[in-house]
């Protein structure tokens, strides 16, 4: 099983960029579709995007298509969430998780995360 650390949240104006990581432990980590969810205060976790093994196939939120872009370094044992044009609406903390398998847009298949990264955008 791997274990997964985020790091690249900050405060960031409305219309910046941000870049996430996702760093993995274990030599495992190319068997596993890595995915960012994030959650708001007072809100549900809300899944954002996914990739799936080899990184040739991603899935992403209709509220961050063509904002939000996933991709992943194998031999890096990293995951990566470009984000840009932030909108305030997408200040959340935002978290990374792994499963084997299919890559699925839902919370409940994963069974490993990360901690967590805040990322604030301000208006």
């Known amino acids: 099983q791997v274990q997964l650390v985020e790091s690249g949240g900050g405060l960031v104006q409305a219309g910046g960029s941000l870049r996430l990581s996702c760093a993995a432990s274990?030599?495992?980590?190319?068997?596993?579709?890595m995915a960012w969810f994030r959650q708001a205060p007072g809100k549900e976790r809300e899944f954002v995007g996914v990739?799936?093994?080899?990184?040739?196939?991603?899935s992403y939120a209709d509220s961050v298509k063509g904002r939000f872009t996933i991709s992943r370094d194998n031999a890096a044992n990293t995951v990566y969430l470009q984000m840009n044009s932030l909108k305030p609406e997408d200040t959340a903390v935002y978290y990374c998780?792994?499963?084997?398998?299919?890559?699925?847009?839902?919370?409940?298949?994963?069974?490993?995360w990360g901690q967590g990264t805040q990322v604030t955008v301000s208006s």
């Open positions: 990739i799936n093994w080899s990184g040739g196939s991603t």
């Open positions: 998780a792994a499963r084997e398998g299919t890559p699925y847009g839902s919370s409940r298949f994963y069974d490993t």
């Open positions: 274990g030599r495992t980590f190319s068997r596993y579709a």
